[in-house]
């Protein structure tokens, strides 16, 4: 087992990853010319890799039906929390000046069709930075359902790590054929499955240094 100490130090360093990860994306969104193309290649990665890094299998190796009801309880309400209370000041907004001129004033009826939109994942003008959490959500559950059919294929994590990560390989092909062939979705499933064995390389550093220390 992993000391207490030992698990305090690696809360430590996931905790500064992802401040690491908010400031790069902060950062990356002052379009300073010099810097943010750097860092557009591993900011949001980092993120997905921090998926692998945290993943509990002990927790959700055998019930990946508890894993998708914590993230959906911690996702969907937040998102249509912030949505409604953005299309609720869309008005206020556009009145300021801050909306593009491309959008329009909501009355009752264009009111109600933008709050339908939620439910089909088109978020308000400035619910775009969400995006992002669409991919997580799904890669967190796509690794959940690898992790634990690898369990049940192979307890021996030498050898299951390995087809986790062949799969999560193959989800990045079929993630990269979805955009060539514009196969895109509001949701970022395509970029979910790009994303998929960052995802696996951060799973893979977690068991080793779990084993590693279990000695």
């Known amino acids: 087992m992993m000391s207490k100490k030992k698990k305090q130090e690696n809360n430590l360093e996931v905790t500064f990853l992802k401040g690491l990860g908010i400031i790069a994306v902060v950062l990356g969104h002052t379009h300073a010319p010099n810097l943010v193309p750097i860092i557009y290649y591993w900011h ?3 993120f997905f890799f921090i998926i692998g890094l945290t993943y509990n299998p002990e927790k959700y190796e055998k019930r990946v039906s508890h894993l998708m009801a914590s993230r959906l309880h911690s996702f969907f309400p937040m998102y249509f929390c912030y949505m409604i209370i953005l299309g609720l000041l869309h008005n206020t907004f556009y009145a300021m000046g801050i909306l593009p001129h491309t959008q329009i004033l909501y009355d ?12 089909h994942l ?11 959490m ?10 959940g359902v690898l992790v634990s059919v690898g369990t049940l294929i192979q307890s021996d994590w030498k050898k299951r790590q390995p087809f986790i990560i ?3 390989i193959l ?5 990269f054929m979805c955009v060539e062939y514009g196969i895109v979705r ?10 998929m064995p960052i995802v696996a390389a951060g799973g893979y550093i977690e068991v080793l240094e779990k084993n590693y220390y279990a000695l």
Not at 108 to 118: E, K, P
Not at 122 to 132: D, M, N, R, S, T
């Open 134 to 143: 669409f991919p997580y959500f799904y890669a967190t559950l796509i690794y």
């Open 171 to 175: 989800c990045a092909c079929i993630g």
């Open 166 to 168: 062949v799969v999560c």
């Open 122 to 132: 088109i978020a308000e003008p400035f619910g775009g930075p969400l995006w992002f």
């Open 186 to 195: 509001n949701d970022f499933a395509d970029i979910a499955l790009v994303i």
């Open 108 to 119: 009752i009826q264009t009111g109600l069709n933008a709050f339908w939109n939620y439910f």
């Open 44 to 46: 949001l990665p980092l």
